[in-house]
């Protein structure tokens, strides 16, 4: 690789040709280590704080599958969608207005470090495999400090997404286990694909600082879900 970083543009269109992969709710995405595990403790969290939630905010929302578990659990009426790729975003939609007719979904294509979120708008703020695609310190601190901003008093803000790890010999190992991982998943040519588009296109940070920047935008409540090898379910309450 030549250390460039892929551009959104780019991410946008792997994306826009990749639906299918990501419109599963049973299995979630498969390259993710436990995804369906991060997918529900997310949901049973979400509703164990604010059991009477009705606004979501779904940040890359892929295919809809947060949208849809959270539906299994609480009684939203309004559910607002931003991911960048279009067919992801029309594949959300006709999946949750099967589901749910009666919630009414918006949909925004944008990138969440320009999207103009509401103030004090939404219950409950999910962001799955989509954060590791911000960059610079500065991305992280105002997505975070913007998202804690559009959430109600007693919101809720969950994360489910790779991280990395402090430690460079931790790294090294953590990732020779993933790497184990995608290999008897699929084989090893699909392990080099999963860390050929890792390395063009993420720039993830340790679980530790995240909780720590969830802590500076405001958060009260920090807790980690779940964690196993390197991806996290984890969140904080406004």
Same mark, same amino acid.
């Given at each position: 690789m030549d250390g460039r970083k892929s551009t959104t543009?780019?991410?946008r269109r792997r994306f826009d040709g990749d639906v299918e992969r990501f +419109?599963?709710?049973e299995t979630g995405q498969s390259a993710t280590v436990d995804a369906p595990v991060s997918l529900e403790l997310i949901a049973r969290a979400a509703a164990g704080v604010r059991p009477a939630a009705t606004t979501l905010l779904d940040i890359g929302c892929g295919a809809g599958n947060y949208s849809l578990k959270l539906l299994q659990y609480l009684p939203l009426r309004s559910v607002t969608l931003i991911d960048l790729s279009r067919p992801m975003l029309d594949r959300a939609v006709e999946r949750i207005s099967v589901a749910a007719p009666e919630v009414e979904v918006t949909a925004i294509? +944008? &990138?969440i470090r320009e999207a103009a979120l509401p103030a004090d708008a939404f219950d409950v703020a999910v962001a799955a495999a989509t954060l590791h695609h911000l960059r610079a310190e500065e991305e992280w601190r105002q997505v975070f400090?913007?998202?804690y901003r559009a959430l109600l008093p007693g919101g809720s803000f969950w994360i489910a997404d790779l991280v990395t790890h402090q430690s460079a010999a931790v790294q090294q190992v953590m990732w020779q286990r993933y790497g184990e991982y995608l290999a008897a998943l699929k084989g090893s040519e699909?392990? &080099?694909h999963?860390?050929?588009y890792i390395d063009a296109e993420d720039t993830p940070r340790p679980l530790g600082w995240q909780l720590e920047l969830l802590v500076r935008a405001g958060f009260r409540e920090v807790d980690v879900l779940h964690k196993n090898n390197c991806f996290s379910a984890f969140g904080?309450?406004?």
């Open positions: 543009e780019e991410i +419109s599963n709710l294509q +944008s &990138d400090g913007g998202i699909y392990r &080099d999963v860390f050929a904080g309450v406004k």
